[in-house]
């Protein structure tokens, strides 16, 4: 089990990164919103290639934070009817949606994306719009996106698993009336955490050098 928590602090590590950092494309489709109505408004100058540039920027946001926002317990769920049951009965929920609803799901898109991606690369497939981009990208990044979300469900099924045979600690705040009062310290270092204790520290923050939150 220690080399499966092992790839999932690994998986968890490269979603970290790259949630974090898509974060910037909003900010930059913002620049180029504005920089477009800005021309237009002033020159009368416009192009379908800086319009299609906002939404591949905003898709790529979307896309590669999926599944960022998995890893960190912020994907949509009936929070009043999950929030009913035992911390126990939560987490059995989380572990079956994953493997047979999340699970199935990204696999079947994937296998739907990657001929729909191949072709549209093969053939060099352009935007139907006057001086538009290239598709392609915008399609990879979908792929990618599922790719991504793929991994951080195998992560998020590993400690799932670890969790309810008692070998790391439960990191996202139950549902309910049945949090725990504190993190377990001799759990948090078997599975490679900071110490919950420090004045610093982030109980979900790896050893490996990831700043605590402020």
């Known amino acids: ?8 602090r690994g998986i968890d590590r490269v979603n970290t990164v790259i949630g974090r950092n898509v974060s910037w494309l909003i900010l930059l489709a913002i620049f180029v919103s504005a920089t ?9 100058v416009s192009s379908n290639a800086w319009l299609e540039l906002q939404w591949y920027l905003y898709g790529a946001a979307f896309l590669l934070a999926s599944a960022y926002t998995l890893l960190e317990n912020e994907h949509i769920r009936i929070d009043i009817v999950f ?3 035992s911390r126990r009965v939560q987490h059995w929920i989380e572990l079956l949606g994953h493997i047979f609803f999340l699970m199935p799901f990204v696999l079947l898109s994937l296998w739907l994306c990657w001929p729909w991606l191949a072709r549209s690369f093969r053939t060099g497939e352009m ?5 538009g981009l290239m598709l392609w990208p915008a399609k990879a990044l979908l792929f990618t996106g599922f790719v991504l979300l793929l991994l951080q469900g195998i992560s998020e099924i590993i400690k799932k698993i670890a969790v309810m045979r008692g070998l790391i600690p439960d990191f996202n705040m139950p549902m309910g009336h049945h949090a725990p009062l504190e993190l377990d310290e001799e759990l948090l270092e ?6 919950p204790h420090h004045p610093d520290a982030d109980p979900r923050a790896h050893k490996t050098g990831q700043e ?3």
Request: no cysteine; hydrophobic share 50%; charged share 15%.
């Open 127 to 131: 935007s139907m719009n006057a001086g």
């Open 212 to 214: 605590p939150r402020k």
């Open 1 to 8: 089990m220690n080399g499966l928590l092992g790839l999932s």
């Open 83 to 85: 929030a009913a049951w």
């Open 36 to 44: 477009n109505a800005i021309i237009r408004k002033a020159f009368s």
């Open 190 to 195: 078997q599975a490679g955490f900071v110490d």
